[in-house]
Nanobody, 122 residues
Framework: QVQLVESGGGLVQAGDSLRLSCAAS????????MGWFRQAPGKEREFVAA???????YYADSVKGRYTISRDNAKNTVFLQMNSLKPEDTANYYC????????????????WGQGTQVTVSS
């Protein structure tokens, strides 16, 4: 059983940056691919970025060039660096783990954190 705890969310202005962290425990972190998803009020949870256990990275088109996902296997932590934030990036951000190579499908992630809120004002 893997436990995931996100941190780093907050209220920022458009154009600002934030770095989210997700600390994992209870499993072999390096064997999981990790993803970040987000969910805005009234909307479906959507894929944001993923980093596989082979260190390949993948991004949604909406964040490509602005967000960077990375992982530190020694610290069992995955990060999401978010630059040039926009009001439409406002959402609750979740990290998730899967034993698959990687995926954009929420149902293919087995473990989820509780989320951290990111609010971007215009």
């Amino acid at each position: 059983q893997v436990q995931l705890v996100e941190s780093g969310g907050g209220l920022v202005q458009a154009g600002d940056s934030l770095r989210l962290s997700c600390a994992a425990s209870g499993g072999t972190f390096s064997s999981y691919s990790m993803g970040w998803f987000r969910q805005a009020p009234g909307k479906e949870r959507e894929f944001v970025a993923a980093v596989s256990w082979t260190l390949s990275t993948y991004y949604a088109d909406s964040v490509k060039g602005r967000y960077t996902i990375s992982r530190d296997n020694a610290k069992n932590t995955v990060f999401l660096q978010m630059n040039s934030l926009k009001p439409e990036d406002t959402a609750n951000y979740y990290c998730a783990a899967t034993s698959r190579a990687w995926s954009i499908v929420t149902a293919q992630y087995y473990y989820w954190g509780q989320g951290t809120q990111v609010t971007v004002s215009s």
